[in-house]
């Protein structure tokens, strides 16, 4: 049986009978996966005190071909479970490469799990996506629209319009893409086309539907929404009685130079080596980018308003009471959230960035009104499906237009929180918070810049920031047309807007102290700017009967020593 007195897993069994092993199962999670997980990028839970690992489900994948002789891969369900806090279940595919023959591969060290011995057979146990045979297999499975048996439920592949007619039967190649980031990609490349199709691999699972699942085989099949790469095929693992978990999506690839984030940081090279000149220049070209993202933004918001649709999960919804009182009480716990970490945090900030969070907490008191004026303001404006954690660095730049990807919604929030239906408002105040991002890290955090006087810097970076801002709005709303179901009146999308744009700020603003603290006064910034836009229409408002006094702006100032 099985050896744990070697430093490698030893089993006296085959590959092809893991399961039955027992003690090979158990060294796996005590030993072999822990440090393994956590050298993982995708692995999440690296700041969580773990407890253990434990190896929940074992789903067998068997090979087309036999040519390294183990001849099957494990979709394995890994649970991470913590000191605190709920448990959560990673997918590792694992497969055996035996390395006593001479056609062996080349496996990146990041895609090796430990050496072992199988019946003898000395090998490498590898992140299935490393090996060839399983990509190919997963390609076959899903072109085909397989099922494969397991003995909990089954393993169904499903193949979307994406994938073409003359692609279902073709020697495919393939690679790991290498990106590093919360899943895994592969590509596959068809004969004389090239790389065709991009297949992500989910890591962390959740017993529902990838929201980007539904999403992206919405707009390719219901809408035929061309400005995402089309839905390709998915993989999933059914059980009777339960939720579907979604393993992995293929789309088509996308051949792309960059994007978008990286794309407008280029462009703003240009706007900032003239700032030390006072000249102020934004080329043509890059308010010709921003209207195109406007627009495709606003067709993707049009492609998910689907009132016909007899899919109740795409039907457009009212502002409830229920929607309300969700959004209120989210809010009002990041608000308190980050009212703690700032005060835990102040002392660690710069001056600036300390001015602002006085006024940040000077303003509570404004910002409850604001809420409680979500709570009653009759709202006409209707909720869908959105894009759900959108800004810059999700649209990829293709020569002269966009194409949108990531539709997995917010990291932080439940699947079924992501599933909810906001105004599509949501989104472009992503995107409006991500141009603000842009401007304030370039000016802020370039050599060309630091010998000048914030306050100018400041000035510099609004005026960008606002005509892009409107640029970005203007195409916006001239494509989704007027009057819209979506948006009642211009009142109605003022104020929402400033609801979604205060909600990712102060989500951000805790991102940042966690991450990026140097960052900290983007978000801050964005909080000011929306305080400023309700405080304007609290004056403006004759009806309103408020005994809360003006805020101190003036804090803001920077003050020369
Ligand atoms: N369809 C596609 N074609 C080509 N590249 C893609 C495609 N989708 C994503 N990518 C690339 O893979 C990266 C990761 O994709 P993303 O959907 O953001 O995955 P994750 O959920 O892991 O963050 C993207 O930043 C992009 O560079
Ligand atoms: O990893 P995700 O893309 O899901 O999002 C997280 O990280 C983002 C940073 O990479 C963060 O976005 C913030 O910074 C961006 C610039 O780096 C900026 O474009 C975004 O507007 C800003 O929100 C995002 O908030 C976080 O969830």
Redesign the pocket.
């Known amino acids: 049986m099985f050896d744990s007195t070697t430093s490698n897993l030893t089993s006296s069994s085959a590959w092809a009978n893991l399961i039955q092993d027992q003690d090979a199962i158990r060294f796996l999670e005590t030993t072999i996966l822990p440090p393994y997980l956590n050298s993982c990028r995708w692995f999440a839970g690296k700041a969580r005190q773990q407890e253990h690992f434990r190896i929940r489900f074992v789903h067998e994948i068997p090979f087309r071909s036999d040519s390294y002789t183990a001849e099957k891969a494990y979709l394995i369900i890994v649970e991470a479970g913590y000191a605190n806090g709920e448990t959560e279940n990673y997918l590792l595919p694992l497969s055996f490469i035996e390395t006593d023959r001479p056609d062996v591969p080349d496996v990146l060290p990041k895609g090796i799990v430990t050496t072992a011995v199988f019946d003898q057979k000395p090998g490498l146990i590898v992140d299935a996506i490393y090996d060839e045979r399983f990509r190919q297999v997963l390609y076959f499975n899903l072109a085909h629209q397989n099922a494969l048996a397991q003995k909990t439920g089954r393993i169904v592949f499903h193949r979307g319009r994406g994938l073409a007619a003359e692609h279902i039967d073709a020697e495919v190649t393939s690679r790991v893409l290498p990106v590093d980031s919360?899943n895994s990609a592969l590509v596959f490349g068809v004969p004389n086309q090239g790389e065709t199709y991009f297949l992500k691999l989910y890591r962390k699972l959740f017993q529902e539907t990838n929201p980007e699942v539904d999403l992206v085989s919405f707009l390719t099949e219901h809408s035929h929404f061309t400005h995402i790469p089309a839905y390709a095929g998915s993989l999933i693992w059914q059980q009777e009685g339960v939720p579907d978990v979604t393993l992995g999506m293929m789309q088509l690839m996308v051949e792309n130079q960059q994007d978008s984030?990286n794309q407008t940081g280029d462009y703003l090279n240009d706007f900032l080596y003239a700032v030390p000149h006072r000249l102020f220049t934004i080329k043509e070209d890059v308010f010709d980018r921003v209207e195109l993202l406007g627009r495709r933004t606003a067709q993707m918001h049009l492609a998910l308003y689907s009132p016909e649709s007899n899919d109740p999960s795409f039907a457009p919804e009212p502002f409830t009471d229920d929607y309300r009182e969700f959004i209120i009480r989210r809010f009002e716990s990041l608000l308190e959230r980050r009212y703690t970490l700032v005060i835990d945090n102040y002392a660690k900030l710069d001056p600036l960035a300390q001015r602002l969070a006085w006024v940040f907490m000077e303003a509570k008191e404004m910002i409850d009104e604001f809420v409680n004026d979500f709570r009653h303001r009759p709202l006409e404006s209707l909720r869908i499906r959105i894009h759900g954690?959108y800004?810059?660095?999700?649209v990829l730049a293709t020569g002269n237009d966009f194409i949108i990807i990531?539709f997995e919604g917010?990291?932080?929030s439940s699947i079924s929180e992501r599933k909810i239906k906001h105004s599509p408002l949501k989104d472009v105040a992503?995107m409006i918070?991500?141009y603000h991002?842009?401007v304030s890290?370039k000016l802020f955090g370039s050599t060309e810049t630091e010998h000048i006087d914030p306050d100018h810097l400041q000035r510099v970076s609004e005026r960008w920031y606002k005509l892009i801002r409107d640029t970005y709005m203007d195409a916006y709303l001239e494509t989704i047309g007027s009057p819209h179901p979506l948006y009642k009146n211009n009142s109605e999308v003022n104020f929402l807007l400033l609801v979604y744009l205060l909600e990712?700020a102060v989500?951000?603003l805790g991102?940042e102290i966690s991450y990026r603290p140097a960052w900290v006064k983007i978000p801050l910034k964005g909080i000011m700017d929306v305080i400023r836009e309700i405080e304007k229409i609290r004056i403006a408002d004759p009806t309103r009967n408020s005994d809360l006094p003006l805020l101190q702006m003036g804090l803001l100032q920077t003050k020369k020593e």
């Not at 800004?391 to 999700?394: A, F, P, R």
Request: aromatic share 20%; no cysteine.
């Open positions: 919360s984030w954690d800004h810059l660095g999700q990531d917010e990291p932080e992503g918070r991500s991002y842009a890290a990712k989500y951000e991102y």
